[in-house]
């Protein structure tokens, strides 16, 4: 059974953990190292609030760390990149949701019904490219999030701010939400055997969606893996 | 403005002293921070983010390493303690030979510029 001051002192390591913007690997050190500190002072008899008055506050101990070993440095220009980048996907999923939506096709599944009277060949180039376009939507969107979630994460001196948490996490969420659902579409025409073959552009459209995909995916998995 | 020079020259020689420190005798991160601010007259009264990158520096480039050590006492938990390796102990002496070339050089150049000043 933990006693108040095992706990104490374990919310300390943890908000100083949390606040560390380093590789996994240099965490472990500097944990094994915080510890050895924190158990020597314990030994000399001092209170959990005495060590954590004498160490100072787990974002200043963080924020050192975080400058010495040089990523506060790369800060702004992750900052840079994951708006610009964020913005390049917001703007492609909207730009090809709009060229969709004009030819009336974005949602419509049941596409071949709407040229009814289209042979058949022309149907499946048209489902074709209902399928093919909509995973892209979806992965752009997932991609905008994802860089949303991570610019929220640069930001300097938020860490305590518990508005910011919860917007990465919904953040987060919804990305997670979106790549499923990118993926699912992308998967269909595979999975149900329509003849996508026919449209090169079908395919392409694809792979560079499930590109951008698992690019969202893993910084997902990056920022879960990190936590 | 007399800070900031203080600083840079500190994060010039930090390695160097941290290093001369290992080499006396085995220590862990805490009782280095107690070292260096009872040897140190008030220029190397560090915090833990700035002394354990360096060490992770220098224990990177080989020249000090560290390892678990058990404490006395049965209830004493172990305790993760740094030592110099002979890579270590040579780099300090070239780092010193340099420093002392350097503070020589230093010093040559000042006391030229008071006697031209006078």
Redesign the interface.
Known sequence: MMTEEQKKIKKYVTDIERALHVPSM?KE??N??????I???K?QGLTADEIIAR??KPE??????N???GKSGMQRGQKVFYLLVGILALLAALLAACFEQRHGRLFDSAGVMVIGGADGPTSIFIAGRISSIMPFVFASLALALCMASQFLRSLKGRRDDREFLLAERILDILAAAVSAAGLWLGMKPFVTEQNVSADTAALLANGAAAAVLIVALFLLARTFVKK | MEQKFAQQLKKGVLDMIVLRLICEEDT???RLLQKLEQRGGGFFNL????L??V??RLEDAGLIQSAWQA?EGKR??P??YYSATEEGRQAYRKYHRVWREFSACVENICAEKEGESR
């Open positions: 240099t050190r500097i094994h190292d915080l510890g050895t500190e158990q020597l002072l030994e160490m100072g200043e101990i963080a924020e050192r760390f400058e010495e070993l | 862990y991160g805490y915090k833990e983010g700035t354990y990158p060490l992770y404490a004493a938990a305790k993760k």
